[in-house]
């Protein structure tokens, strides 16, 4: 009786005018359907775009530099008709040849990422080679803790090798070098130009020596470029540098000496920008291409802005790829076992739980005079260490109190600390089925968001950093395991609500950490990329629990992404 009525009401619902829940989801299954195809189609078009875009611009050729020095030098001009981008045309007679300007990237960062500078002042006539310091990009020679300790002379030594190996290279003007670094690359070329008489002029964004410049040089033609929402430990640092060479502070936009004779000296604040974005500004390129032309006496240059087509293309195909994660999130999901939803009672408790947790493993580190390192120091990431040992000391909080609140031999958890009667999500059992899902999921987000490694920074692990993923992946997977456990419960909207509010929680607590002088001050640099990282980990995560429920899935996943994305950015100590 209880079905004739059923089917009755949903009748005469149907009657009524009013659509059935079926044909409902049916309707929004295929809206998303057709979302998903127009994404598709949009992201392959942006990608074949890419793509014309990268090797249809200024001549570049990749090369190992002194045996160590992964490099790539970009020419002025256009590909040559028939020849592929890394095909050079003769080399110019001398006096014909372009100066070059050396880019020294910032800490985390690599030559990916100095490269849409370095195609712009391509475009604007120089000549640029950009090189991974140790430690970053495709370097095979280990990052040092302490860079401007003794350990300073291994990056002095990289950019002699580098001036050293241009000044015999025939494509380029080996008497007009230019030294240009962002962060710690700033920091290096101002130091090395104190060293070092080569260098006709360097530009500094966004760094400097605190005032230590004890070479037996004076450097030329100095600019210092500094965004206006930079720390101020940056500003201040500049400010005295520039004070200790002119014996006067800086005033913005006003050149002091006489750029001519080498003697230039300049400050300049760069508004709208912090210390990443500054390298994307086109007034800060318009800046340093001014000064380069100053100083090597290159006139009639036209060039206004950045001149990289790949930026805008990127972004779009980063908003593509944004949304397509969900739709992969959902597509794994489904390959998964369903389990039943798990109610969301509770939810601010288990957030003061975590925050609990939180706050229990910055005391840990603190007062165990850890420096956020120890128990992940074996991965040999240059901060990245501190950051995975802070979030395994916290999961190991979070499921060890979790294991103490289960009863004596009833195996009944509280439901704000996970697993609650009722609940039917084991942890180990049926884990082997996750596997295919886990897999579907992780080497999806690696083809769509690999694609923008050429643009911003390589992302195709080294044979070094390859096995540095599953460790990483396996240190992290507590903090992941019991975050998902804690917060994703209930409807969608409520688990992802609850899941940015702890992912929210999480950087707070790790910022305060931060004040607290719990973790190495390179830690600063990391606090953007983890709220990034979050961000693009709760749109899988959303499409994956959407789909399946399933808390389990969603941390392996989380994890396998977070320790590919560490192993890549951050600097490798060996």
Not at 354 to 380: C, E, K, Y
Request: charged share 15%; hydrophobic share 50%; net charge neutral.
């Amino acid at each position: 009786m209880v079905d004739l009525v059923d089917r009755t009401g949903s009748t005469d619902a149907a009657a009524a005018g009013e659509p059935r829940r079926g044909s409902v989801s049916r309707r929004f299954r295929r809206l998303g359907g057709a979302l998903i195809l127009v994404l598709v189609l949009a992201a392959g078009t942006l990608l074949t775009v890419l793509s014309e875009q990268q090797v249809g611009s200024s001549p570049r050729r990749d090369f190992e530099i002194a045996g160590r020095i992964p490099a790539t030098v970009f020419l002025p001009g256009s590909v040559p008709d028939g020849l592929p981008a890394i095909a050079f045309a003769e080399p110019e007679p001398v006096g014909r040849r372009p100066p070059v300007v050396v880019l020294v990237h910032g800490h985390t960062a690599d030559r990916e990422t100095m490269s849409p500078l370095a195609r712009s002042l391509a475009v604007a006539g120089y000549a640029v080679v950009t090189f991974d310091l140790p430690g970053h990009g495709a370097s095979r020679v280990p990052f040092s803790a302490t860079p401007f300790g003794s350990e300073l002379d291994k990056f002095r030594a990289d950019l002699k090798a580098v001036l050293d190996w241009l000044g015999r290279y025939p494509y380029v003007d080996g008497e007009r070098i230019l030294l240009m670094g962002h962060s710690l690359g700033a920091a290096m070329v101002v130091d090395f130009a104190a060293r070092d008489p080569r260098p006709l002029a360097t530009v500094a964004f966004s760094g400097s020596v605190n005032p230590y410049l004890d070479g037996e040089f004076r450097p030329r033609n100095l600019l210092f470029l500094v965004a206006a929402d930079e720390a101020v430990e940056i500003h201040s640092e500049t400010r005295a540098t520039f004070g200790q060479l002119a014996g006067a502070p800086p005033v913005d936009g006003r050149t002091l000496g006489d750029p001519v004779l080498g003697t230039g000296l300049r400050h300049n604040s760069v508004e709208g920008v912090d210390h990443l974005t500054i390298l994307y500004s086109d007034h800060a390129f318009e800046e340093a291409l001014s000064w380069a032309d100053t100083t090597t006496g290159r006139t009639g240059q036209t060039v206004t802005g950045l001149r990289d087509p790949r930026l805008a293309t990127a972004g779009w195909y980063a908003l593509c790829a944004a949304f397509l994660l969900a739709g992969l999130g959902i597509w794994a999901g489904r390959t998964a076992p369903r389990l039943p939803t798990v109610p969301a009672r509770g939810v601010h408790w288990r957030l003061l739980a975590l925050t609990g947790a939180l706050v229990a493993a910055i005391a840990v580190v603190s007062v165990g005079g850890l420096d956020g390192r120890t128990l992940a120091g074996f991965l040999s990431l240059e901060g990245g260490d501190a950051v995975f040992s802070f979030l395994a000391i916290t999961g190991g909080i979070l499921l060890a109190v979790r294991a103490l609140a289960a009863g004596r031999g009833t195996g009944v958890r509280p439901g704000w600390l996970g697993e609650a009667a009722g609940d039917t999500r084991p942890f180990v059992p049926g884990l082997r089925r996750l596997l295919v899902p886990a897999l579907i999921a992780v080497a999806g987000a690696y083809i769509l968001i690999a694609p923008l490694g050429p643009v911003f920074h390589r992302l195709v692990p080294t044979p070094q950093r390859l096995l540095l993923v599953p460790l990483a992946a396996l240190v992290v997977f507590p903090f992941f395991f019991a975050l998902e456990s804690l917060l994703r419960r209930g409807s969608v909207l409520t688990a992802t609500l609850a899941s940015i509010a702890g992912r929210l929680i999480v950087v707070v607590v790790l910022t305060i950490g931060l004040f607290r002088w719990a973790f190495q001050d390179i830690v600063w640099l990391y606090v953007p990329f983890v709220a990034a990282l979050f961000a693009v980990f709760e749109v899988i995560a959303t499409g994956i629990y959407a789909a399946c429920r399933d808390h389990r899935l969603t941390a392996v996943v989380q994890s396998a992404l977070l320790g590919w994305i560490v192993a890549v950015l951050v600097p490798w100590n060996g």
